[in-house]
């Protein structure tokens, strides 16, 4: 694993023309136009890195833009790869540990998700104060590379509490109004059955997905802070009047996408 994260990280460090990157976002469905805003960008599609898994999904561009932000270097991934896609857990630790190799400190994760409450509607940015693994699996099972992480993360401060409070200051600085809670994820691709969204409440989460944990686990392990934004799309099955689909979690994230936009940039300038 670290013979192809170093392979990785060699690629994209040779396209970069001098600029260290600290601070990497990962955007999720229907929220790339964050790494349209990028100045000076170089452009570096998936295709073109060797050993970096390919993004299939609508919604997602399947490049990284590394470029200038709010004064910055950003190393930003415009479309994330999912367990569902047929990837495994285990590539999304390779390109976490290719950034951790690149000196990258904080990442910025973002994904559209599917509410457990009538409290948190659709167009909701919701701060991830915490999450719940149900994927059914995780990136760091196999060999452990104790140069790069340890082999048993403490996961208790997964989402930095400096960061949150940070993200909440800003928000209320900038009127944009902020939720936040416990985010599930599973593997996908279907949407949950009524059931399940009752389970997953009982278990205490407020939104859920198929996305997201993978990298924030291994972030974690590499010693990298998270903060992470949940776009509420719509709400969960047995909660809304209408059957759930792709094409309206691109339409709910593009219409909140203007102050996630606002709220991250923000956040990238002052953390």
């Known amino acids: 694993m670290r013979e192809t994260a170093e392979k990785i990280a060699a690629q994209i460090k040779s396209r970069l023309d001098g600029r260290k990157p600290e601070t990497a976002i990962i955007l999720g469905s229907g929220l790339g136009a964050l790494g349209d805003q990028i100045e000076n960008p ?51 630790n390779t390109f976490i540990k290719a950034f951790q190799l690149l000196g990258i400190k904080k990442l910025i994760v973002t994904n559209a998700s599917g509410s457990l409450t009538a409290n948190l509607p659709a167009g909701t940015i919701m701060l991830i104060s915490d999450h719940i693994n149900l994927s059914g699996t995780n990136p760091l099972i196999g060999p452990n590379d104790d140069t790069l992480g340890p082999r048993f993360p403490d996961m208790s401060n997964a989402y930095d509490r400096k960061l949150r409070g940070k993200a909440k200051e800003i928000a209320a600085h900038e009127n944009i109004p902020l939720a936040e809670g416990v985010y599930l994820m599973v593997s996908g691709p279907t949407f949950d059955t009524p059931a399940e969204v009752r389970a997953y409440r009982i278990l205490g989460a407020d939104a859920v997905g198929m996305s997201t944990v993978p990298e924030v686990i291994c972030a974690v392990h590499s010693g990298i802070k998270v903060l992470g934004f949940s776009v509420i799309v719509n709400l969960g099955c047995g909660l809304g009047k209408t059957a759930l689909s792709h094409a309206e979690t691109l339409r709910e994230a593009e219409k909140a996408s203007a102050n996630l936009i606002k709220l991250v940039k923000n956040c990238v300038r002052e953390i």
């Open 42 to 92: 170089v452009i570096i599609p998936y295709a073109e890195i060797d050993g970096f898994p390919h993004s299939t999904v609508s919604g997602h561009k399947g490049r990284l833009v590394v470029g200038r932000l709010e004064g910055k270097d950003i190393l930003c991934m415009q479309g994330r790869i999912h367990l569902y896609e047929g990837h495994s857990p285990q590539s999304i």
